[in-house]
């Protein structure tokens, strides 16, 4: 179960709201019991295998996996289905080497699996089951606000969660890593109010190096050098609106937010350095249509060139060069104009 970050008074709220939805009555458990044998039952049952509980000891006489025969085994029913339950008889033929491996972009397919990931996120041709539930919620979503200083929205009408699709290659691990373990306290989507990415602390790390590698990158990320000055400069008048690409119509940049946001911002400038990779960032501004099919991310460079020919000759290439060094400001990052 992952940790949301529920407060007290949240928690609340959503068990009343569980409680209050028509269905089957809770029934309340039995004034009695008998402790000594429930005792027995979580020592002999193989709950010690996963839990612990003080005073309690593990069963030790379970039987090898080589003696198992068929229908004899009295241990839980975990549901498996006919292809499970084959693929276990053949790693128990097996010399069981493959448990001292470590693979971890198969963890990683595992986790995004086990974890429901696609609950919120699409990848490749798989899209989230959020838009399945979507006309079931909706009777429960606020209805839309006004202006309210920061975003005209709660929460928008279609799916904002970015793919994971290309995340092992996109998001540096150490930040990925610290996202995924809910370490991070800025969001890169504080427009998405009423929603949140829930905490995985345990699994976080593997899960995050596993994407990587899975897109051949390694688990560490490169370390960035400070901006180059002069072309950290023409990345900031690039940024601007006045002879420049205007990104900040979108994308707020440091302390100033965006100023022509139709639905929902786009990420700060000031958080780029710490999560994306040059390499993602190269191909992002060259073809952003290719990587997320439907983004509102204009394709400024064509055939290698702008049309602001005033700036490093209209060449494409350098202009996308100076702006990643103005992004490497990060957190000091200068707004234009200012």
């Given at each position: ?11 609340g ?32 049952r ?26 004899t ?23 069981k ?61 279609e ?21 995924v ?14 929603l ?29 050098g ?18 420049g690409?205007?990104?900040l119509?979108c994308?707020g940049?440091?302390?100033k ?9 786009a ?23 290719r ?13 290698g ?5 005033e ?5 494409g ?9 103005y ?12």
């Open positions: 179960m992952p940790n949301f970050h529920l407060s007290d008074e949240e928690a709220k959503l068990a009343a709201f569980l409680l209050s939805r028509p269905g089957k009555a809770v029934e309340a458990m039995p004034a009695k019991g008998d402790p000594a044998r429930g005792k027995q039952q979580v020592e002999t193989g709950c010690m295998n996963c839990h612990t509980i003080t005073g309690t000891n593990a069963f030790r006489g379970a039987a090898a996996l080589k003696d198992l025969k068929a229908g085994c009295k241990g839980p029913d975990f549901g498996l289905g006919p292809i499970q339950t084959e693929a276990i008889a053949a790693f128990v033929a097996t010399d080497s493959s448990l001292s491996r470590e693979a971890l972009p198969e963890f990683a397919e595992r986790q995004v699996l086990a974890l429901r990931c696609f609950a919120c996120h699409r990848r490749d041709d798989v899209l989230e089951a959020w838009t399945e539930v979507a006309a079931e919620v909706r009777e429960f979503q606020a209805p839309k606000k006004e202006d309210d200083g920061e975003f005209a929205t709660v929460a928008p009408a799916p904002w969660f970015p793919s994971l699709t290309w995340v092992g290659e996109k998001l540096k691990p150490e930040w990925a890593a610290a996202f373990k809910g370490e991070i306290a800025e969001r890169p989507r504080p427009f998405l109010k009423n949140r990415m829930p905490a995985f602390p345990a699994r976080a790390e593997k899960l995050v190096h596993g994407l990587a590698l899975e897109h051949g990158y390694p688990t560490i990320s490169a370390r960035e400070e901006p180059l000055k002069e072309l950290s400069e023409i990345g900031r008048k690039l940024s601007g609106p006045a002879g690409l205007d990104c119509s994308h940049i440091g302390p937010g965006a100023t022509k946001v139709f639905e929902a911002p990420p700060n400038f000031k958080l780029v350095r710490a999560r994306i990779r040059k390499d993602y960032y190269d191909r992002w501004v060259r073809e952003p249509l990587l997320e099919p439907g983004t509102k991310m204009p394709q400024f460079i064509k055939d060139r702008t049309q602001l020919t700036i490093l000759d209209g060449d290439v350098k202009q996308a060069d100076a702006l990643w060094q992004l490497l400001e990060g957190d000091k990052i200068r707004p234009p104009g200012e």
